[in-house]
């Protein structure tokens, strides 16, 4: 079997900071002549059909597989298919959310077995180990695929390898400790440091994940080598599994040039690398009081900015922002621009009057970030993003620090409240967007240096195209053993057929003979 004859099936977590990445190596796949069937949920589906309808626009062989969620069987809302709908439910909420996702097993597998022809490879999220199951029925060949960055990934199996969860997880346990058998020094906690499934009453899920990526017949992640080699190539030696990393591929989508041109009109009349962005992307909250102490930051700076306010009705402090007359908005119109909701993100990071970004440190903004060369100033949220923060400040040195010491998704509520202050945001805003000393300058070199590697990554010879045919090289390999093999076993069960009707004419005349 040629590589292009391939069929690859992609099944993200229901979530977008999931579904971004896996439907771009579903495009990238595509673009190698591979035909791709993306599988997630009818809302899912929607948030993304225009990447989708744009690759297919382009020639590329994509398609969307909606699979009903069973919402209403388990308890939970109508409508409610992603992570970013979780934000503020109580926690049975998110457990029952999780036992729907593990119910699409079901219907997954009955479209496979209708079709004419088994895909030659399953693609899964990492957070989606209920799709091991299923390959293994019907012996499809499986790649479970990693979405937040290696660095991440490698702390936490490391701190496990050494017990540091046998005695369970607490919902806030701060205390520091440093990774061991780390390629760098980091610090961090049981807490802070800790897999997607590392939760009171997900504790099958947790096994099955783990299973899951134990049996896969390789690893891709959402990464490129030019930032993390070492965690890559220490991960891969750690799992025993062929690893590939196979991004970034943040590049300008025209599918959403249009919706940016008001955004792009404002960027154009300010200075090269004059602008902040802001942006905390689409799960992360920050407190009403931690809000405000951002907002009077920013208007203390005295800088340009840009800010991707999530318009919550419901958040007093966000309406105040919003609607309040001769507040905030009205005070910065000048050098302020307010985006509500979504963002063109990529389309901001890549204007050379952006200078720095202010990040909640999700691994895709982090690489969209380094990918467009943009210096950022961290202020992590929750999950892996305390991680990302190291990686930018303290590995690549393209990073400054808000004062975050803790994610707020993890404190407590008697601690919740203002992690930074309006002068630390002012302070750490200057040193980010320091125009003329040695360490801004520096900081802004190597961010371009980092910028020209995520290129070349993705260009025919680079590191992440590179990986990309191997990987598929490796999946038209397997496929071919396994169709292979499928065809002995067929073939065997012809030979013992046949052999047991020549006994059942043989059996008469040896009676006879007896």
């Given at each position: 079997?040629?590589?292009?004859?391939?069929?690859?099936?992609?099944?993200?977590?229901?979530?977008?900071?999931?579904?971004?990445?896996?439907?771009?190596?579903?495009?990238?796949?595509?673009?190698?002549?591979?035909?791709?069937?993306?599988v997630t949920t009818p809302v899912n589906a929607a948030r993304n059909r225009a990447a989708v309808d744009g690759a297919t626009n382009a020639g590329?062989?994509?398609?969307?597989?909606?699979?009903?969620?069973?919402?209403?069987?388990?308890?939970?809302?109508?409508?409610?298919?992603?992570?970013?709908?979780?934000?503020?439910?109580?926690?049975?909420?998110?457990?029952?959310?999780?036992?729907?996702?593990?119910?699409?097993?079901?219907?997954?597998?009955?479209?496979?077995?209708?079709?004419?022809?088994?895909?030659?490879?399953?693609?899964?999220?990492?957070?989606?180990?209920?799709?091991?199951?299923v390959c293994e029925r019907l012996g499809i060949p499986r790649l479970v695929m990693h979405c937040p960055s290696a660095?991440?990934?490698?702390?936490?199996?490391?701190?496990?390898?050494?017990?540091?969860?046998?005695?369970?997880?607490?919902?806030?346990?701060?205390?520091?400790?440093?990774?061991?058998?780390?390629?760098?020094?980091?610090?961090?906690?049981?807490?802070?440091?800790?897999?997607?499934?590392?939760?009171?009453?997900?504790?099958?899920?947790?096994?099955?994940?783990?299973?899951?990526?134990?049996?896969?017949?390789?690893?891709?992640?959402?990464?490129?080598?030019?930032?993390?080699?070492?965690?890559?190539?220490?991960?891969?030696?750690?799992?025993?599994?062929?690893?590939?990393?196979v991004r970034p591929t943040a590049l300008v989508n025209d599918t959403y040039a249009s919706s940016s041109s008001s955004i792009v009109s404002w960027l154009d009349a300010r200075a090269p690398d004059s602008v902040l962005y802001v942006s905390f992307g689409s799960i992360s909250l920050l407190s009403a009081k931690q809000l405000g102490k951002l907002a009077d930051g920013l208007e203390a700076s005295g800088r340009p900015f840009v800010w991707a306010i999530k318009e919550d009705k419901g958040n007093a402090a966000v309406r105040s922002l919003l609607e309040e007359e001769g507040g905030f908005e009205a005070r910065v119109k000048d050098r302020g621009l307010l985006v509500r909701g979504w963002a063109p993100q990529v389309a901001i990071l890549a204007h050379p009057a952006v200078g720095g970004f202010l990040t909640?440190?999700?691994?895709?903004?982090?690489?969209?970030?380094?990918?467009?060369?943009?210096?950022a100033l961290t202020w992590p949220t929750n999950n892996d993003q305390l991680c990302s923060e190291q990686l930018l400040v303290d590995v690549l040195g393209v990073g400054v620090r808000s004062g975050v010491k803790n994610a707020a998704m993890y404190l407590p509520p008697e601690a919740e409240g203002v992690q930074v202050a309006s002068g630390d945001v002012e302070r750490a805003i200057g040193d980010l967007m320091d125009d003329g000393g040695p360490e801004g300058a520096a900081r802004r070199s190597r961010a371009r240096k980092i910028a020209a590697e995520a290129k070349a990554a993705i260009e025919e010879g680079g590191t992440s195209h590179s990986d990309l045919t191997d990987m598929i090289r490796h999946v038209a390999e397997l496929s071919r053993k396994k169709r292979l093999d499928m065809e002995r076993a067929d073939a065997s069960c012809d030979c013992e057929a046949t052999r047991g009707a020549d006994n059942a004419a043989v059996l008469p005349l040896l009676s006879q003979a007896n």
């Open positions: 079997m040629a590589p292009s004859d391939l069929h690859f099936l992609v099944v993200p977590l229901a979530a977008q900071g999931h579904m971004i990445p896996m439907v771009d190596t579903a495009r990238l796949l595509a673009a190698r002549g591979q035909r791709v069937t993306v590329l062989a994509v398609e969307l597989l909606e699979l009903p969620f069973p919402s209403a069987q388990l308890g939970l809302p109508e409508g409610m298919e992603a992570v970013d709908q979780l934000t503020g439910q109580p926690p049975e909420i998110a457990l029952g959310f999780f036992k729907a996702i593990w119910t699409l097993a079901g219907p997954l597998e009955e479209y496979l077995r209708a079709l004419p022809r088994l895909p030659d490879c399953l693609v899964a999220d990492a957070c989606n180990p209920w799709t091991a199951p660095y991440f990934q490698l702390a936490v199996h490391r701190l496990a390898a050494h017990g540091v969860y046998d005695g369970g997880v607490e919902d806030y346990d701060p205390t520091p400790l440093e990774v061991p058998g780390f390629p760098v020094r980091a610090v961090g906690s049981k807490t802070t440091v800790r897999g997607f499934f590392q939760y009171p009453g997900v504790e099958q899920e947790h096994r099955d994940a783990l299973h899951a990526e134990a049996t896969a017949d390789g690893l891709l992640f959402n990464t490129f080598r030019g930032i993390e080699a070492a965690f890559l190539d220490a991960y891969a030696a750690a799992i025993g599994k062929t690893t590939w990393a909640h440190c999700g691994w895709n903004s982090t690489l969209e970030a380094v990918s467009q060369g943009v210096p």
